[in-house]
C-alpha cells in the first residue's frame, strides 16, 4: 500500500498525530479514505505546522481555502527541494552507520537553518543530501572543527541568499499583485506556475556564481602553493608581506537614519556599496562585511589598499554621499568563518574611528609595507593614542598626491 500511515506520516512532517489528524478533518491535507498520507501531505504538515506556530489559525486558513480564496498548490510545486521529510534514521543512527560524530552531524541542522538536533532526532532528507560530503571530508583527514565552520559559512551565505530571494519575491511580485486588487489566491497559484522554472534558474546562477568565486580563491591556493615550491628550489624568493585591514565609515550616518528614516539609511548603504566595491576590487581586495554605515576590507597588498582607500574617499565625495573617513592598518590576522580577527583588526578599526571626514590614515606597518606599489602620498601625524589600544600608534594621513 503507497504512502504513509497516520503515525508515520507524523513522524517525517515533525508534527504530532493529533495534528495530521486534525489537518486531514480540514481538507487541507488529502489523505486517502484508508487515511494513507503522501509525500505532498507531508510537506503541507510542515508548513502548516509553522504557520499555526507563527500566529495563524488553522481552521481560519481552512476556511480561505474552502472559499478558494487561498491555495497551498505552491507548497508541492517549490517544496520538493524546499520542504523535505524527515526520514527514518536518527542522528545518533547515522552517526553510527557513517562514523561521523554526533555533533558534526548535528551542525548540518544548523547549516540548513533548523533549531538544535538531539541525538534521538531523526535527519531529515536535506540534511541527509549533505552527509557523505562531510564523511568525505573526514576521510581526507579533516579536523572535525574545520568541517563545522565551513557548514555554518554554507549556512549563513545561503540564509542571506534565500532571504534576499524572498525578499524579492514580496516587494516584486506580490505587493505589486495586491496593489493591483489580485487576491492571495491568485498570487498563490501563480507562485505554483513559475516556482519550478525560477527554482531551476535560481539554482543555475547561484551554483555559477559559486564557481566563479572558487576559481578566484583556489587560484590563491594555487598561487601561494606554486610560489612555496618556487622558493624551495632556490627558484623565487617570496616577498615577505602582511595583508592590510582597512575600515570606511559613512560620517553621520546615525544622524542621517534618525532623520530621514530607515529606508533612506537603507538606500545610502546601498549606493555606498555600488560607489566603494569597485575601487575595492581593481586594487585586489575584497569586502569581508558591510556594517550599514560602512564597510570592513581586505587587501593582500597594503599598497594597493591604501590607494584603494584614497579613490573610495574621493568617489564617495563625488557621488554626492556623506564623507567617509577610512583606517587601514597592517599585520597577521586570523582567517575563521568567512572573516577575520585579531589585533590587526582591532587596531584598524580604531583608527578608522580616529579619522576625520574625508581623512584616510594609516599606521606606520602600512606605510613600510606599501613601499612604492602605492601612488598614494604620506605626511606624518605622529604618536595617538587610541580608544582601546594600549600603546600610541604612529599614523600617516594618505592622500592622492604623486609619490
Known amino acids: 500500500m503507497s504512502g504513509y500511515a497516520a503515525e508515520e506520516a507524523a513522524a517525517r512532517s515533525g508534527v504530532t498525530e493529533e495534528f495530521a489528524a486534525h489537518t486531514a ?148 511580485i506580490q505587493q505589486p499583485m495586491l496593489e493591483r486588487g489580485m487576491s492571495e489566491d491568485d498570487i498563490g497559484r501563480f507562485a505554483a506556475e513559475m516556482s519550478p522554472r525560477l527554482s531551476e534558474l535560481s539554482d543555475q546562477a547561484v551554483m555559477a556564481i559559486f564557481h566563479g568565486q572558487q576559481g578566484h580563491a583556489w587560484l590563491t591556493n594555487i598561487i601561494r602553493g606554486i610560489g612555496a615550491a618556487l622558493e624551495s628550489a632556490g627558484l623565487h624568493t617570496l616577498e615577505p608581506r602582511v595583508p592590510a585591514m582597512c575600515f570606511l565609515d559613512i560620517t553621520g550616518y546615525t544622524n542621517l537614519t534618525s532623520e530621514r528614516g530607515d529606508q533612506a539609511a537603507a538606500n545610502l548603504a546601498e549606493h555606498l556599496r555600488r560607489v566603494v566595491q569597485q575601487p575595492a576590487m581593481a586594487n585586489g581586495g575584497r569586502a569581508v562585511k558591510w556594517l550599514g554605515d560602512g564597510v570592513m576590507f581586505y587587501f593582500p597588498d597594503p599598497g594597493a589598499g591604501v590607494s584603494a582607500a584614497v579613490e573610495m574617499v574621493s568617489g564617495v565625495e563625488s557621488a554626492g554621499l556623506p564623507q567617509a573617513h577610512v583606517g587601514l592598518h597592517a599585520g597577521p590576522v586570523v582567517f575563521q568563518e568567512g572573516d577575520y580577527y585579531g589585533n590587526t583588526v582591532n587596531i584598524a578599526a580604531r583608527i578608522g574611528e580616529y579619522a576625520r571626514p574625508g581623512e584616510v590614515l594609516v599606521s606606520q606597518e602600512v606605510v613600510d609595507q606599501a613601499g612604492e606599489r602605492s601612488s598614494a602620498g604620506f605626511t606624518e601625524i605622529g604618536d595617538v593614542r587610541l580608544k582601546g589600544v594600549t600603546d600610541p600608534v604612529f599614523l600617516y594621513a594618505a592622500s592622492a598626491a604623486s609619490r
Not at 86 to 92: D, K, P, Q
Not at 142 to 157: P, T
Open 25 to 172: 478533518s480540514l481538507g487541507l491535507v488529502a489523505a486517502t479514505e484508508g487515511g494513507r498520507f503522501s509525500d505532498e501531505d507531508v510537506r503541507r504538515l510542515q508548513v502548516l505546522q509553522s504557520m499555526e506556530r507563527a500566529g495563524l489559525p488553522i481552521r481560519g486558513i481552512a476556511e480561505l481555502v474552502s472559499r478558494g480564496s487561498l491555495s497551498l498548490d505552491f507548497i508541492e510545486s517549490a517544496g520538493q527541494h524546499v520542504f523535505t521529510p524527515l526520514e527514518g534514521e536518527t542522528f545518533t543512527q547515522v552517526s553510527a552507520t557513517t562514523g561521523i560524530p554526533v555533533a558534526v552531524v548535528a551542525t548540518i541542522r544548523e547549516a540548513l537553518g533548523g533549531s538544535a538536533a538531539s541525538p534521538d532526532d531523526r535527519v531529515s532528507r536535506a540534511e541527509m543530501a549533505v552527509v557523505p560530503l562531510v564523511q568525505f571530508q573526514l576521510e581526507l583527514g579533516f579536523r572535525e572543527r574545520a568541517i563545522e565552520q565551513a557548514l555554518r559559512v554554507y549556512g549563513e551565505s545561503m540564509r542571506r541568499i534565500a532571504e534576499t530571494e524572498a525578499e524579492w519575491f514580496r516587494s516584486e
